[in-house]
């Protein structure tokens, strides 16, 4: 892989004053946030075209690699069924499909008996079948399992568009619902009204829920919530109970609210669970007469829960507490079942399972066994039972399945995902150590490599992390990182301020006027490996996406000397000129993470940091750019003009390409194997500048 004798592309400069706070910056590519100028398309597939002739000698490794990986996934595969009311629900795949295909068998038995007939529910195949891009946004099935609703998105920009079949007859109703927030619908008790959420087309954020009757015109649907704060998020569920709709809103970690109606009265009001309070977050469970809580009240900063009377539930002096706060401990979640409370947490930046039996109070933790692992609440749907379904993986453990039982306290494994090729965890290591950064903080990172790699620093490692929002990036096995390992990488997850894996004070840590702690870790995890010998800076490589792509272009405008290589997927880079920009889709929702620079003080903190605003004239490393012109989240031409603006100011002659899939959004291209091509590309990148000759 070279550049040396090609022209990069160019892009013409149409300098844009932009004034705030009377301090002026000047944009020289704002332009090319027009995806209808014909200029703009030419430039990104300049782009692709650089892309491609720079990459061309190393095409071989490229489709290598996608075999690889392609080579490791079980074509034909299904999921663990879970029983759901009379019936079992998969997902299955098969040989050759790009797409999940979800079915049902009916019957008490799980092992899919050869005399339960299996319903197909939605073939992805077919549906997506001569479609550019296609993915279905979750589905709903009526009380009386004979009317499905689902959302298909076929676009990339997370607009769907919701359908009805019925399962019986296998018709598909006339009923088209467009603009849908995929994923958020809930059907009453009474099998033909159905509830979802309205998108606004401006900035894409949730904002309505509707009222629908099967069989019924949309145009009279109706209107029975609108949030009317557009910096709040919005989902809309079914409770587990079954007698509760839901509608949450969040506002980006500072407060949330709940409006619940009882599903057998579809015509009635929505009513406030407990009304919005700035400090206050809070999440729900109902379970018989009452809720259980998980609430931050009275400082209790990693959560603690509550419960109270269904019907009491505006005031507070009714709530009384079942866990306490624990400032080691963050509470992230729980399962209810007729006989057992199941409690996730973080400790130290692991995750535990906590099993408490509701009548004799007695408890006790899972034990995983590994350094580092990732141990998750399955899918439950049902309350009387002693089964809990939980997931667990590793760095070296593939995705796995398992049935635990809460009274004999043993666990079955139900399935491990297949990896094939060989793959044997056993000739994996992984690690997982403190890093003491600049000031004082130990961040925990998680480290895998194969048996036999030398860590004398000669070994070549990427690096990865998130840092945002307060999402952890915790230790989980990925087959295509194999390929990385299996060429002597060594692969380190830095669980960086901004995440939650320490806690919440570790995401608010990370955020606001606090938003440098993510960079500073990143980096000073950086010299750790160097200096303890997992890599150097000649072969230390960084990779990070969306948020994790601001993550990136941060670290390279403040340490460019550390990388040989950084993939930055779809970056947030042109913060300040975005978070300006109220039009554009979640900019409003977003100011409690960044902060708000129409407030002078945050204007010069973002300022100090936003990507596309600091580019410097000086050398940088090889660098790798992708992004999707339909993108909904991190729009392309905040990744075009960045690119634009680092080939003009850049003094070294280190590569530099981007890469804009023309026909996808934020995630990247649909399909299990497609979007793995843009991996392969990713990868091949990084093991040339690592000089690995395949």
């Given at each position: 892989?070279?550049?040396?004798?090609?022209?990069?592309?160019?892009?013409?400069?149409?300098?844009?004053?932009?004034?705030?706070?009377?301090?002026?910056?000047?944009?020289?590519?704002?332009?090319?946030?027009?995806?209808?100028?014909?200029?703009?398309?030419?430039?990104?597939?300049?782009?692709?075209?650089?892309?491609?002739?720079?990459?061309?000698?190393?095409?071989?490794?490229?489709?290598?690699?996608?075999?690889?990986?392609k080579g490791r996934i079980k074509e034909q595969d299904e999921s663990v069924p879970v029983k759901d009311g009379e019936y079992f629900y998969y997902v299955k795949y098969v040989e050759g499909g790009e797409y999940p295909v979800y079915c049902r068998k009916k019957g008490n038995v799980e092992c899919h008996p050869l005399d339960a007939a299996e319903e197909i529910l939605l073939d992805g195949n077919e549906m997506g079948k001569g479609k550019k891009y296609f993915s279905i946004g979750g589905y709903e099935?009526?009380?009386?399992?004979?009317?499905?609703?689902?959302?298909?998105?076929?676009?990339?920009?997370?607009?769907?568009?919701?359908?009805?079949?019925?399962?019986?007859?296998?018709?598909?109703?006339?009923?088209?619902?467009?603009?849908?927030?995929?994923?958020?619908?809930?059907?009453?008790?009474?099998?033909?009204?159905?509830?979802?959420?309205?998108?606004?087309?401006?900035?894409?954020?949730?904002?309505?829920?509707?009222?629908?009757?099967?069989?019924?015109?949309?145009?009279?649907?109706?209107?029975?919530?609108?949030?009317?704060?557009?910096?709040?998020?919005?989902?809309?569920?079914?409770?587990?109970?079954?007698?509760?709709?839901?509608?949450?809103?969040?506002?980006?970690?500072?407060?949330?609210?709940?409006?619940?109606?009882?599903?057998?009265?579809?015509?009635?009001?929505?009513?406030?669970?407990?009304?919005?309070?700035?400090?206050?977050?809070?999440?729900?469970?109902?379970?018989?007469?009452?809720?259980?809580?998980?609430?931050?009240?009275?400082?209790?900063?990693?959560?603690?829960?509550?419960?109270?009377?269904?019907?009491?539930?505006?005031?507070?002096?009714?709530?009384?507490?079942?866990?306490?706060?624990?400032?080691?401990?963050?509470?992230?979640?729980?399962?209810?079942?007729?006989?057992?409370?199941?409690?996730?947490?973080?400790?130290?930046?692991?995750?535990?399972?906590?099993?408490?039996?509701?009548?004799?109070?007695?408890?006790?933790?899972?034990?995983?066994?590994?350094?580092?692992?990732?141990?998750?609440?399955?899918?439950?749907?049902?309350?009387?039972?002693?089964?809990?379904?939980?997931?667990?993986?590793?760095?070296?453990?593939?995705?796995?399945?398992?049935?635990?039982?809460?009274?004999?306290?043993?666990?079955?494994?139900?399935?491990?995902?297949?990896?094939?090729?060989?793959?044997?965890?056993?000739?994996?290591?992984?690690?997982?150590?403190?890093?003491?950064?600049?000031?004082?903080?130990?961040?925990?990172?998680?480290?895998?490599?194969?048996?036999?790699?030398?860590?004398?620093?000669?070994?070549?490692?990427?690096?990865?992390?998130?840092?945002?929002?307060?999402?952890?990036?915790?230790?989980?096995?990925?087959?295509?990182?194999?390929?990385?390992?299996?060429?002597?990488?060594?692969?380190?997850?830095?669980?960086?301020?901004?995440?939650?894996?320490?806690?919440?004070?570790?995401?608010?840590?990370?955020?606001?006027?606090?938003?440098?702690?993510?960079?500073?870790?990143?980096?000073?995890?950086?010299?750790?490996?160097?200096?303890?010998?997992?890599?150097?800076?000649?072969?230390?490589?960084?990779?990070?996406?969306?948020?994790?792509?601001?993550?990136?272009?941060?670290?390279?405008?403040?340490?460019?000397?550390?990388?040989?290589?950084?993939?930055?997927?779809?970056?947030?880079?042109?913060?300040?000129?975005?978070?300006?920009?109220?039009?554009?889709?979640?900019?409003?929702?977003?100011?409690?993470?960044?902060?708000?620079?129409?407030?002078?003080?945050?204007?010069?903190?973002?300022?100090?940091?936003?990507?596309?605003?600091?580019?410097?004239?000086?050398?940088?490393?090889?660098?790798?750019?992708?992004?999707?012109?339909?993108?909904?989240?991190?729009?392309?031409?905040?990744?075009?003009?960045?690119?634009?603006?680092?080939?003009?100011?850049?003094?070294?002659?280190?590569?530099?390409?981007?890469?804009?899939?023309?026909?996808?959004?934020?995630?990247?291209?649909?399909?299990?194997?497609?979007?793995?091509?843009?991996?392969?590309?990713?990868?091949?990148?990084?093991?040339?500048?690592?000089?690995?000759?395949?």
């Open positions: 892989m070279t550049n040396a004798g090609l022209i990069a592309p160019t892009v013409e400069v149409k300098p844009k004053e932009i004034i705030t706070h009377n301090h002026t910056r000047i944009d020289n590519y704002y332009w090319l946030n027009d995806p209808e100028n014909t200029d703009v398309i030419a430039y990104l597939n300049a782009e692709n075209q650089y892309l491609d002739t720079v990459m061309l000698p190393i095409k071989p490794l490229q489709e290598k690699l996608f075999e690889e990986m099935i009526t009380d009386n399992d004979e009317i499905i609703a689902y959302g298909v998105d076929t676009i990339s920009r997370r607009n769907y568009t919701v359908r009805f079949k019925n399962l019986k007859t296998g018709e598909v109703y006339k009923d088209q619902i467009k603009n849908t927030e995929g994923g958020s619908y809930a059907w009453a008790a009474d099998n033909k009204t159905f509830f979802y959420i309205l998108r606004d087309q401006k900035t894409l954020l949730g904002y309505q829920v509707w009222r629908h009757v099967l069989g019924t015109d949309v145009k009279t649907d109706v209107l029975v919530y609108e949030e009317k704060d557009n910096q709040y998020y919005m989902g809309l569920y079914r409770m587990k109970s079954k007698k509760y709709i839901a509608i949450g809103s969040d506002h980006n970690g500072i407060a949330s609210e709940y409006q619940l109606l009882e599903a057998e009265n579809p015509t009635g009001e929505f009513k406030t669970f407990l009304p919005r309070e700035r400090g206050h977050e809070y999440d729900i469970e109902h379970f018989e007469d009452k809720f259980y809580v998980k609430t931050n009240i009275n400082n209790a900063f990693n959560f603690k829960l509550m419960e109270v009377n269904e019907y009491e539930t505006s005031d507070k002096s009714k709530w009384k507490t079942v866990i306490e706060h624990r400032p080691e401990v963050y509470l992230e979640g729980i399962e209810v079942f007729k006989n057992h409370l199941v409690v996730q947490e973080k400790n130290q930046g692991l995750s535990q399972l906590r099993i408490i039996n509701h009548s004799t109070k007695t408890e006790h933790y899972l034990n995983f066994g590994e350094p580092a692992y990732d141990a998750n609440i399955g899918s439950n749907p049902s309350f009387d039972t002693n089964i809990l379904r939980y997931s667990y993986t590793s760095l070296t453990t593939p995705n796995s399945t398992f049935d635990y039982d809460m009274n004999a306290q043993t666990k079955e494994l139900k399935k491990q995902q297949t990896v094939l090729g060989g793959f044997d965890k056993e000739n994996y290591v992984s690690e997982r150590v403190f890093v003491t950064v600049r000031d004082g903080a130990k961040v925990p990172v998680s480290i895998v490599y194969r048996k036999g790699t030398k860590l004398d620093g000669t070994a070549p490692l990427l690096q990865y992390s998130y840092g945002s929002y307060g999402y952890s990036t915790d230790a989980t096995f990925g087959s295509s990182r194999l390929s990385l390992l299996d060429r002597g990488f060594v692969y380190a997850i830095a669980h960086i301020r901004g995440g939650q894996e320490m806690g919440r004070e570790w995401y608010e840590n990370g955020k606001m006027f606090k938003k440098m702690n993510t960079f500073y870790d990143f980096i000073d995890c950086s010299d750790f490996l160097i200096k303890n010998k997992y890599c150097s800076s000649e072969k230390l490589f960084a990779l990070g996406g969306s948020a994790g792509g601001l993550l990136m272009g941060a670290i390279i405008n403040l340490r460019p000397d550390l990388y040989r290589g950084v993939v930055a997927a779809v970056p947030f880079v042109d913060v300040v000129t975005t978070m300006l920009d109220e039009t554009i889709p979640l900019t409003t929702g977003e100011f409690e993470e960044w902060g708000n620079p129409k407030n002078k003080d945050s204007y010069e903190y973002m300022l100090s940091y936003s990507p596309y605003d600091n580019v410097e004239a000086k050398d940088y490393p090889n660098l790798l750019v992708t992004t999707g012109l339909h993108d909904s989240q991190v729009q392309y031409f905040e990744p075009a003009k960045w690119v634009a603006k680092l080939r003009t100011m850049k003094t070294d002659n280190n590569i530099l390409l981007m890469h804009t899939n023309m026909e996808a959004g934020h995630g990247g291209a649909s399909g299990r194997f497609a979007s793995l091509k843009e991996v392969a590309m990713e990868y091949a990148f990084i093991i040339d500048l690592a000089g690995i000759i395949d």
